[in-house]
């Protein structure tokens, strides 16, 4: 089985800051997000954890998994999507223009990236191979396989998964901070 959860909250959330591949530690409120979801869950099973290498997906993985002897390994190609020369940017809907804006209400015509950014199709192309390469083969195996990741890039593994990639679909199914989903991943 295939489960997936978003990182708790950033200073940068409450701001409704853009944080991409910016390196934003969890604040007081993500941090017990992530203690209360240690107890809410702690009766699902996890085999393994592939984890963001970013810091507020490492700390949610530490703090849900905290006393468990669950082994965590942390994979690139699972970062945040790349937003570019527009991390950083606070209330980018209220920005009229603002080319990620784009991204978030119509994923599918995101075509080109913005400059310093990462094209859909390489966030992708990423996630993809981590679920064919990593997730996919453990899963066969029959393990349990936790991924602690993001917003956008956790949205691209379920669309995968659930809609076959269809980019109309991409926030469809959108994690709250510290949900867990489960994915029925056919093999």
Not at 3 to 32: A, C, F, M, S
Not at 41 to 57: E, N, P, Q
Not at 122 to 127: A, D, I, M, V
Not at 157 to 174: A, P
Request: hydrophobic content about 35%; charged content about 30%; glycine content about 10%.
């Amino acid at each position: 089985m295939l489960y997936i959860i978003r990182h708790g909250k950033t200073d940068w959330n409450e701001k409704h800051k853009i944080q991409g591949q910016i390196d934003i530690p969890l604040n007081e409120v993500g941090r017990k997000m992530a203690e209360n979801a240690s107890e809410r869950y702690k009766d699902v099973h996890f085999d393994v954890c592939y984890c963001s290498t970013l810091k507020r997906a490492r700390e949610t993985a530490d703090l849900l998994l905290k006393g468990r002897d669950i082994p965590i390994f942390y994979d690139d190609r699972l970062r945040e999507f790349g937003f570019g020369i527009y991390e950083g940017t606070e209330n980018s809907f209220s920005i009229p223009g603002c080319p990620v804006n784009e991204f978030f209400f119509h994923p599918e015509e995101y075509k080109v990236p913005v400059e310093g950014g990462e094209s859909l199709d390489g966030l992708f192309k990423r996630t993809g191979e981590f679920l064919r390469e990593v997730a996919f083969p453990l899963i066969r195996e029959g393990k349990d396989v936790l991924i602690v990741g993001h917003g956008a890039m956790n949205s691209c593994i379920i669309c995968q998964i659930k809609y076959g990639s269809d980019r109309t679909k991409f926030w469809k199914d959108g994690i709250p901070n510290c949900e867990l989903m489960k994915l029925d991943v056919k093999i």
